[in-house]
């Protein structure tokens, strides 16, 4: 059973930090992409950022690009970590992570597993 547990959300002044972390666990695929979502209020959840399985290829969407940086670690679980800076209200949102297929080529990026976690609250005042 699929397990993603996000954590470190919060609330933050324009232009701080934040970092997240997801927990992953509970499956038997190897060589997983990782990727975060967000979700705004009363918007569809979108894809932010993710990460290739061996850590070196990562790829953002254009609005957060030289502002998140997306890692990870592999030992019996994955975790996954967003590095948040220069935060505006725009990145207000619920964030999540998954397992990503990628498509490079069309810059389709969608969620393998179909359960999600809880989520991480971030809310960014101005």
């Known amino acids: 059973q699929v397990k993603l547990v996000e954590s470190g959300g919060g609330l933050v002044q324009a232009g701080g930090s934040l970092n997240l972390s997801c927990a992953a666990s509970?499956?038997?695929?190897?060589?997983?992409?990782m990727g975060w979502w967000r979700q705004a209020p009363g918007k569809e959840r979108e894809f932010v950022a993710g990460?290739?399985?061996?850590?070196?290829?990562?790829?953002y969407v254009d609005s957060v690009k030289g502002r998140f940086a997306i890692s990870r670690i592999d030992t019996h679980i994955t975790t996954v970590y967003l590095h948040m800076n220069s935060l505006n209200p725009e990145d207000t949102a619920v964030y999540f992570c998954?397992?990503?297929?990628?498509?490079?080529?069309?810059?389709?990026?969608?969620?393998?597993?179909?359960?999600w976690g809880q989520g991480a609250q971030v809310t960014v005042s101005s």
């Open positions: 509970g499956w038997t695929l190897i060589n997983v992409n």
């Open positions: 990460i290739g399985w061996t850590g070196e290829r990562k790829w």
């Open positions: 998954n397992a990503v297929k990628a498509n490079h080529n069309l810059g389709t990026y969608s969620p393998i597993f179909t359960s």
